[in-house]
């Protein structure tokens, strides 16, 4: 398994470089739980996730996670094997 | 537009100057990269030509050839034979070079007709001062630059930055071998600690050089490791925004190389530089030895860090500002100026 938290602010994406590809993924606001996104819909608040193959890293696969918040937001990622 | 006081007409001869850069360009490295972004920053008027290797076709019609930046002034001039004298005759500049280093005779001869010479540190100041008096010390040049930031940063994550040229190769002197092996297997411990400790690592290479790329060194380091991970390497693709927008992510920095100390300092990260050589010597963050490290050592600076750093929080705007380079920019444009 791999796991971290992420601090959020505005809008963007990142690529966070996995081992392996993966059997399950988890990717949700820490304040909300592990809910499906967006987190709130009486929020502007909205979180995406997938996993591709990338250039990027020679393990070749990562988890991209892409969103749009209004305030600073913490973010738990989790990756099963 | 000529001005009453002549500022005008000076500014306007000074247009469209055409400037030869030598140094370490078009190799690879991403330090010596960024000084094309950063002299066409400062010097939005003048048309040059970056080489790294000097022809006398180089030398006809320009108004002036800079040397610079970087450590270069230890290493000889790469140029064609009978092209020293032509240069001599050039109106030379040296512009943010490192002063560490030995200085060859090449650039000994130079320096002491140089126009300007503009030095990174001042520790080097009175050296060069004493062959051309004409020397002042600005900022690393990088500094010109803006970085791009990411809105993301990843909690309890280091970027290390490997530095190719701490690896033997086979008739390196013993010592050399020596530090690396050891190098190698403490850091590795270190590394495998943190992973243990869960944190987010990677390796991504300043140079990608051919024959000089980072991520030879970084592959030595991780094949000792026991969470060894092909999945630690990221690819650079050399541009500063793309860089500096990747490591803007990180929550710690150790660097090998130069150029990673001055882009944390520019992007406010905590940075830990391992150093090999004296311009790694950093003012900037924290500072162990390559020779000799050990894996406590390595944790305990880590740690030290990671205690003072507050909750982590975004990473905040930054504003561009060239301040430091306006005594290099207005000594420049003067001497081209008096041509």
């Known amino acids: 398994m791999q796991s971290g ?51 990027l890293v020679l393990g070749r696969f990562v988890l991209k996670i892409k969103w749009r918040v209004a305030t600073v937001r913490e973010v738990v990622w989790k990756v099963y094997y | 537009m000529a001005s009453s006081n002549g500022e005008g007409s000076c500014l306007e001869s000074v247009l469209l100057k055409k400037i030869l850069v030598f140094g370490f360009y078009h190799k690879g490295n991403a330090g010596d990269n960024f000084f094309i972004d950063a002299f066409q920053v400062l010097f939005p008027d003048f048309d040059f030509q970056f080489i790294n290797h000097i022809t006398k076709h180089h030398l006809l019609n320009i108004d002036g050839v800079f040397i610079g930046g970087g450590s270069l002034i230890g290493e000889p001039i790469s140029l064609d034979d009978g092209v020293f004298d032509l240069l001599k005759q050039q109106n030379i500049f040296y512009i943010g070079v490192g002063s560490e280093t030995n200085i060859h005779p090449q650039h000994l001869q130079l ?161 830990l530089a391992i150093s090999h050589h004296h311009k790694i010597n950093s003012s900037f963050g924290h500072n162990i030895s390559y020779y000799g490290l050990t894996k406590d050592q390595l944790k305990k600076e880590t740690e030290k860090i990671f205690a003072s750093l507050p909750k982590v929080s975004p990473n905040l705007p930054f504003n561009s500002n060239i301040s430091g380079f306006e005594e290099l920019i207005r000594k420049v444009k003067d001497a081209l100026c008096g041509d």
């Open chain 2, 111 to 271: 320096l002491q007709i140089a126009t300007l010479i503009t030095i990174r540190n001042k520790e080097g100041l009175e050296k060069i001062k004493k062959i051309n008096p004409k020397t002042i010390v600005i900022p690393d040049l990088v500094h010109s630059l803006t970085p791009k930031l990411s809105n993301c940063k990843i909690h309890k994550s280091i970027l290390f930055l490997p530095n190719v040229l701490v690896m033997p190769q086979f008739d390196d002197p013993h010592w050399k071998y020596s530090a690396w092996e050891y190098f190698k297997t403490e850091t590795a411990q270190f590394l495998d600690l943190m992973i243990k400790q869960n944190y987010y690592l990677s390796f991504f290479p300043l140079s990608t050089n051919f024959e000089l790329n980072d991520i030879f060194a970084g592959i030595e380091i991780n094949n000792r490791m026991q969470y060894r991970d092909s999945g630690y390497f990221i690819n650079n693709d050399s541009s500063f925004a793309a860089i500096t927008h990747l490591m803007s992510q990180y929550s710690l920095i150790i660097t090998q190389r130069y150029h990673g100390i001055i882009l944390a300092e520019m992007l406010n990260i905590p940075c």
């Open chain 1, 5 to 55: 938290e992420l601090t959020l602010s505005n809008h963007g994406h990142i690529d966070l470089a996995l081992k392996h590809f993966p059997s399950k993924v988890e990717v949700y606001f820490l304040d909300c739980g592990s809910v499906p996104v967006p987190c709130n819909p009486h929020q502007p608040d909205e979180l995406e996730y997938e996993v591709h193959s990338s250039n």
